[in-house]
Every structure is written in C-alpha cells, then in structure tokens.
C-alpha cells in the first residue's frame, strides 16, 4: 500500500490515497450560481457563489489527470413534484416556488435547463451525475452504493452551498464513516458569515465532521 497523500489542513494533515478518494462536486447548477434561478428566487446575490468556480476548475482538472473518481450532484425534483414533501416546496416566501416556471424554465426540476450543472464545470464521460431531491447527497439517492461499489471511504468536498446542502453531504457522510475535506475556496455561501462559521463548524473540536483545507493547499498534495 503506497504512502497516503498528505495535505495541509484544519484541525490536522488530512491523509488520502488517490484509489479510494473521490471528488464530489455539490450542486453547481444554474439553478443556484446564475441569474433568474432558485437562489436568486429567495433573494440571494447570485455572484456570491461564482467566486468557487475559477478554484473549483483548477482541482477538477487536477482531479481528473490524477484518475481520481468524480461525481456531481445536482438538487431537484420530478417535474410532478412528488419527491418534493409539501414542506419543502411551502417553506419561506419566495418570489417563486420550485416548480413555478422561470426564466431558466420551471424552478429545481429535472430537466430544465435551470436545474442542470453549469458549462464551466461539466461532466465528461465516466463521470457520475446523482440527482438528489434533499440538501444532502445520500438521502433517496444511490450514492453511497456508489462509493462502496467503488471502494471510496474519503471525500474531498466542494460545491454550494456551504452552510446546506454542503454541510448536509459532510455531516451525512461523517455518520456513515468517511473521511471528508471540505476545500475552503471551492464552497461557497450566499452569507458570508455563514461560510466562515460553516467552515469552523467542520473543523472545530478536533475535526468534528472532517477537515477544511484551501485548494492551493490540496493542489499541492496532488503535485
Ligand atoms: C440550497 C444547496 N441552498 N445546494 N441548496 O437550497 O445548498
């Protein structure tokens, strides 16, 4: 067994190999990170979360020439709505409600446009889409089949946004026994608050639910 990859990180230097490491990509949808969908429809500043892609880009190309397992996920919903619980879809006062038609085409619906990942950060072929109708990435999904299939037990973590559907994945995926790094730069938040503390929450108390580390310094372990 060759030497685990070490990278620098919060609360301590977080050791992975490349054979059982898989990059997750959380929800880079349009839905969240452009104009005219789902975020913006619950007032949020849409550029916030468009400052992880130039960073995510770089670890996704690094990800890939190491051969390391990739999947996206993407949050949405039947377009009958019926993996959508009702207090879901009644929850807050947005201008308009999943499901409603937008500029993107209807809110969080599989197969819309809006619902669909962003161009600058596509799957290529081999390469996993989970389609989730919750915050977190395991419930009613065949990921963690995935990754036993696969013999992945740690997680480099990315994606929007931080405090949600991120935090969600990592606090389900520390239940179910793996080992996550969160990329600092590669998450991001519509409250900026919300990231640093969110960051904080994964790593405090001797690495809580995991680790948190920047993609410079991940790049560098890779290197
Ligand atoms: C939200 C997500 N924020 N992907 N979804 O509703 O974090």
Redesign the pocket.
């Known amino acids: 067994m060759p030497d685990p990859l070490l990278v620098e990180a919060e609360p301590y230097d977080y050791g992975f190999d490349l054979a059982s490491t898989a990059l997750i990509l ?2 880079m ?1 349009r839905d ?1 990170v452009e104009p005219g969908g ?2 913006e429809t ?1 007032g949020n500043d849409v550029g916030m979360l468009r400052r992880v892609i130039p960073p995510l880009q770089e670890v996704l190309a690094a990800a890939r020439a190491a051969g390391m397992l990739v999947i996206h996920t993407r ?1 949405g919903h039947k377009p009958d709505l019926s993996d959508c619980p009702p207090a879901k879809l009644n929850r807050g006062a947005p201008s308009m409600r999943i499901g409603d038609p937008g500029p993107k085409g209807r809110i969080l619906i599989r197969g819309e446009y809006g619902h669909d990942l962003i161009d600058e950060l596509k799957p290529i072929d081999g390469e996993t889409v989970i389609d989730k109708p919750g ?1 977190g990435s395991f419930y009613n999904t065949g990921l963690q089949d995935l990754l036993t299939a696969k013999g992945i037990t740690s997680l480099i973590v990315t ?3 931080t ?4 935090h ?1 994945t990592v606090r389900e995926a520390n239940d179910r026994g793996y080992e996550c790094l969160v990329l600092s730069d590669c998450v991001g938040s ?1 409250f900026e608050e919300f990231q640093q503390y969110g960051l904080q929450m994964i790593s405090a108390q001797g690495g809580i639910f995991g680790w948190v580390a920047s993609s410079k310094q991940f790049l560098e372990a890779l290197s």
């Open positions: 959380i929800d949808q969240f789902f975020g619950l949050e915050k994606g929007v946004t405090e949600v559907c991120v969600t519509y």
